[in-house]
């Protein structure tokens, strides 16, 4: 059987990602499929993320070397040459005349013969030369956005929003790999039963930042091959996500209705904690979506789950007025979770924050008709944008009969703050030691 060639298949999905804007993890997820060898595997995705990542970086060098800019290259040629970039800079272990020589041979292979000089050219340049590039000035806007590769409008926004200095801890965060976190079902295994099964398969297992049932997975190539994942013990999902269920605080027999619940985890964590009583109500807004939740509910085997296509921005009457709990982890920008997909701020654009905040307004005053009178309605996201976290907060509650209420008992004491004690939470990457995420617990009318 013949090896694939590891480095045709990152860039077509490299292509796929920043030219046609398909999501990292999707396209890696399905290019994978068919990888079997994990040294491949493994490759492709530290070359495939990390110059999906780098790109604006790897831009700025490229231009360096380059009479013809990146974004007037065709499409194969200019991920090309940010593909063999990356290797040449990022990843020592590879030899840089083999990076070149690979870059030649698929520019000839893809039918663009005329232009394998030019690569060839440019390349062993960079090869030679990349460690004498001048950059811009740290502190500037440029020069922050060309370091930690992130648009430039985002820097500013983060620069007025955090300052600085927390802008620079904030990118460089985004810029880690600090492994797979997972949560352990406490309903259906011990955290040392967990721990033993995955030591077992090879796993690096070492504790969470917050919670007991949380685990940081290292050394691992693919998830779906582990016994403790098969059996329903684990399910992946970052501690800030986590935070959404102990914030919820959930009592046995409740019913809990998670409105964009894709792909399940807070549903399938909200499942375990009420111990297979209760019910939880599991939406999202396509079939494909309920498929991923689906199989999360079929793998992890709880029966105190269902799942449907149902769209948040749209009323369901059956449902007004009954949920002791309501979860709406609103669509966002993203921006607190660029660590694990690193396309997301390439695809953003200033106007669509301004059309976010209206869905996510949309989703709120919705979900808020299903809570009954003395329920809870838990508002969360994965980003660190003010406009769509506290300011869509003290919208909802000067508009609609909730008020924010302490969430302080329901977390570990070592996130406990002033904003807490008032009801929400604010993480941010880099200066917490998890994703970027927002969540509210805010309480319907009086008890």
């Not at 940010?82 to 990843?91: A, E, L, N």
């Not at 079902?185 to 969470?208: P, Y």
């Not at 991923?292 to 709880?302: K, P, Y």
């Not at 508002?379 to 302490?406: H, Q």
């Amino acid at each position: 059987m013949n090896r694939i060639n590891t480095r045709v298949v990152s860039v077509d999905m490299i292509i796929d990602i920043l030219e046609n804007n398909s999501l990292s993890h999707i396209v890696l997820r399905e290019g994978l499929k068919d990888v079997d060898d994990k040294q491949d595997r493994s490759f492709i995705t530290r070359l495939v993320m990390g110059t999906v990542e780098k790109a604006i970086t790897l831009d700025y060098i490229i231009d360096k070397f380059s009479k013809i800019q990146t974004r007037k290259m065709k499409p194969l040629i200019r991920n090309l040459l940010r593909m063999s970039v990356y290797q040449i800079v990022y990843m020592d272990s590879i030899p840089e005349s083999a990076v070149c020589n690979e870059a030649v041979k698929i520019v000839k292979k893809r039918k663009y013969v005329n232009l394998s000089g030019f690569v060839n050219g440019v390349l062993r340049n960079i090869a030679r030369e990349y460690k004498q590039i001048s950059y811009p000035d740290e502190n500037s806007i440029k020069g922050i956005s060309i370091k930690y590769s992130c648009p430039e409008w985002i820097v500013s926004k983060f620069i007025k929003d955090y300052g600085l200095d927390n802008c620079k801890l904030i990118l460089a965060d985004n810029q880690e790999k600090s492994g797979i976190t997972v949560r352990v079902n406490i309903s259906k295994a011990t955290i040392s039963e967990v721990i033993k099964s995955l030591e077992n398969q090879g796993v690096t297992v070492s504790k969470g930042n917050y919670l007991n049932e949380a685990l940081i997975l290292k050394d691992i190539d693919n998830i779906e091959g582990l016994e403790a994942f098969n059996k329903g013990y684990i399910q992946p999902q970052d501690e800030s996500s986590m935070l959404v269920g102990k914030a919820a605080g959930v009592k046995e027999n409740d019913y809990v209705i998670d409105v964009c619940s894709a792909p399940g985890g807070k549903s399938i964590h909200i499942a375990d904690i009420l111990n297979e009583t209760g019910n939880v109500d599991s939406r999202d807004i396509s079939e494909y979506k309920v498929n991923l939740i689906n199989e999360n509910i079929a793998r992890t085997g709880f029966k105190n789950i269902t799942a449907k296509v149902w769209d948040a921005t749209v009323c369901d009457e059956e449902a007004y007025g009954r949920a002791d709990v309501v979860i709406a982890d609103v669509p966002c920008s993203g921006l607190g979770v660029l660590n694990s997909k690193g396309d997301i701020k390439y695809h953003l654009t200033e106007e669509g924050l301004n059309e976010l905040k209206s869905i996510q307004r949309n989703i709120l005053k919705t979900a808020s008709t299903y809570v009954k009178q003395g329920g809870i309605l838990i508002y969360s996201t994965c980003t660190i944008n003010p406009e769509e976290n506290i300011k869509n907060t003290k919208w909802f509650i000067e508009n609609f009969d909730f008020t924010l209420e302490s969430i302080d008992e329901l977390l570990p004491e070592v996130l406990r703050n002033e904003h807490t004690r008032k009801g929400y939470l604010q993480l941010i990457q880099g200066i917490d030691k998890c994703d970027g995420f927002y969540i509210a617990r805010l309480r319907r009318g009086k008890n």
